[in-house]
């Protein structure tokens, strides 16, 4: 069974930055494109970026490229979305997601993270 | 961006009521839609892939159509647990998703 499990999200001031992390199972992690997308507390939902299988190549939204980066560790079987400079509107829940042939098929619960000072 | 509008933004219908759901993207998307449903604290989950392929594992009564710009999501017979939100997505260019399509009991 594919398992997406997202941690690291909590509280944090504005300016700051966080690590979010996704530890996947149930599938073999390094065959796949993983991404990551947001939806905010509007319910809006923003796609993030992904990365290539085997790390190499990472796609952004461009209004986002400047201060987030996503990473992965193949031997982990995670996936990292490294987030620097926070603002308000970073406000969200963070989704990890495989990327199949049709693009996201599975899912993690998310992570929410939450900027105020 | 390709723009993806959603609509209606709430719909509320009975157990048993055929139930219809349209994306408008901005621009020809290629038939690269997804449909995706959401339950209250619950990840997303695929439900149709290119416009009108079924996932795995979900039931007939969701079916999805369309080409170009216009797009549809049908559930035939609504059953309980089919309530919640449902989003469709575009993957023909950067990826966008449409605002959404609360669900609800009548």
């Known amino acids: 069974e594919v398992q997406l499990v997202e941690s690291g999200g909590g509280l944090v001031k504005p300016g700051a930055s966080l690590k979010l992390s996704c530890v996947a199972s149930?599938?073999?992690?390094?065959?796949?494109?993983m991404s990551w997308v947001r939806q905010t507390p509007g319910k809006t939902m923003e796609w993030i970026g992904d990365?290539?299988?085997?790390?190499?190549?990472?796609n952004y939204a461009p209004s986002l490229k400047n201060r987030f980066t996503i990473s992965r560790d193949n031997a982990k079987s995670t996936l990292y979305l490294q987030m620097s400079n926070v603002r308000s509107e970073d406000t969200a829940t963070y989704y990890c997601?495989?990327?199949?042939?049709?693009?996201?098929?599975?899912w993690g619960p998310g992570t929410m993270v939450t900027v105020s000072s | 961006d390709i723009q993806m509008t959603q609509s209606p933004s709430l719909l509320s219908a009975s157990v048993g009521d055929r139930v219809t759901i349209n994306c408008k993207a901005s621009?020809?998307?290629?038939?690269?839609l997804n449909w995706y449903q959401q339950k209250l604290g619950e990840a997303p989950k695929l439900l149709i892939y290119?416009?009108?392929n079924l996932q795995t594992g979900i039931p007939s009564r969701f079916s999805g159509s369309g080409s170009g710009t216009d797009y549809t999501l049908t559930i035939s017979s609504l059953q309980p647990e089919d309530f919640g939100t449902y989003f469709c997505?575009?993957?023909?260019?950067?990826?966008?998703f449409g605002s959404g399509t609360k669900l609800e009991i009548k």
């Open positions: 997601t495989r990327v199949g042939p049709w693009y996201f098929d599975f």
């Open positions: 149930g599938f073999t992690f390094s065959d796949y494109w």
């Open positions: 990365i290539k299988y085997d790390g190499s190549y990472t």
């Open positions: 621009q020809n998307i290629n038939k690269y």
């Open positions: 290119n416009t009108n």
């Open positions: 997505f575009q993957h023909n260019s950067w990826p966008t």
